[in-house]
T-cell receptor, first 113, second 114 residues
Framework: DTGVSQNPRHKITKRGQNVTFRCDPISEHNRLYWYRQTLGQGPEFLTYFQNEAQLEKSRLLSDRFSAERPKGSFSTLEIQRTEQGDSAMYLC???????????FGSGTRLTVV | GESVGLHLPTLSVQEGDNSIINCAYS??????FIWYKQESGKGPQFIIDIRSNMDKRQGQRVTVLLNKTVKHLSLQIAATQPGDSAVYFCAETGRSSNTGKLIFGQGTTLQVKP
C-alpha cells in the first residue's frame, strides 16, 4: 500500500457531461474525505465518510454531486451535468481518525470545456 | 526570511536561511492545527501538527508555534533547502474536531533561491 490513490489524474469533459472519480484510501483508514481545490486557494471540504457511512456534506456539494463508499473501502465522486465552475482539483484523503493529519492523494484535475 | 504580520502570499528566501510562514486562523474553538506542504501537481503533504494545549512543537528542521491569544500559527523551517520550495497551508479543525474536517487557510508560496 503506497498511499491514497486517485483516478484518473486528469479529466477533460464537455459541459453537461457526467464524470466519476475514484479514490482508493490507505487500507486500514476508516475515514475518507473529499476536498475541492481551485487555483491559488486552499482545499475546501466537500464530504466525509466513516467506513461506508457518509456523515457530513458541505453546502458546496450541490445536488449534482454525489459520493459513495459502498463497502467502506474505495470511494467514488460523481458530478452530473458538469458546469465550467466545476473545473478544479478534486482531492481525496484518508485517516484513522486518531490524529496526525490526513494522507492526501494526488488529486484528479477536472477541466470542463 | 519571514512573513510578518499580515499573511503574505509569497515568501522568497536564500538557501540556508531560516523561513517563517505565518497564518491567522479564524475559530477560537479549533483545537487541532496542521501545516501542509503542496508541490505542483501533487496533493498536500502533512508536515507537522499541534494541539491547542501546546504552544510549540518541533519536528525535523520544522517548528510550529501556536498563539491562541491572537489566533496565530507559524511554521519555522530551519536551513531552508531548494526542496522546500512549495505552497504551504495551515489548517484548523474549526468546531468539528471529532470528524476530522479541516478548514484550510490561504497558502504561502515559499521560493528558495540557490
Amino acid at each position: 500500500d503506497t498511499g491514497v490513490s486517485q483516478n484518473p489524474r486528469h479529466k477533460i469533459t464537455k459541459r453537461g457531461q457526467n464524470v466519476t472519480f475514484r479514490c482508493d484510501p490507505i487500507s486500514e483508514h476508516n475515514r475518507l474525505y473529499w476536498y475541492r481545490q481551485t487555483l491559488g486557494q486552499g482545499p475546501e471540504f466537500l464530504t466525509y465518510f466513516q467506513n461506508e457511512a457518509q456523515l457530513e456534506k458541505s453546502r458546496l456539494l450541490s445536488d449534482r454531486f454525489s459520493a459513495e463508499r459502498p463497502k467502506g473501502s474505495f470511494s467514488t465522486l460523481e458530478i452530473q451535468r458538469t458546469e465550467q465552475g466545476d473545473s478544479a482539483m478534486y482531492l481525496c484523503a484518508s485517516s484513522t481518525g486518531g490524529g496526525g493529519g490526513y494522507t492526501f492523494g494526488s488529486g484528479t484535475r477536472l477541466t470542463v470545456v | 526570511g519571514e512573513s510578518v504580520g499580515l499573511h503574505l502570499p509569497t515568501l522568497s528566501v536564500q538557501e540556508g536561511d531560516n523561513s517563517i510562514i505565518n497564518c491567522a486562523y479564524s475559530n477560537s474553538a479549533s483545537d487541532y492545527f496542521i501545516w501542509y506542504k503542496q508541490e505542483s501537481g501533487k496533493g498536500p503533504q502533512f508536515i507537522i501538527d499541534i494541539r491547542s494545549n501546546m504552544d510549540k512543537r518541533q519536528g525535523q528542521r520544522v517548528t510550529v508555534l501556536l498563539n491562541k491569544t491572537v489566533k496565530h500559527l507559524s511554521l519555522q523551517i530551519a536551513a531552508t533547502q531548494p526542496g522546500d520550495s512549495a505552497v504551504y497551508f495551515c489548517a484548523e479543525t474549526g468546531r468539528s474536531s471529532n470528524t476530522g474536517k479541516l478548514i484550510f487557510g490561504q497558502g504561502t508560496t515559499l521560493q528558495v533561491k540557490p
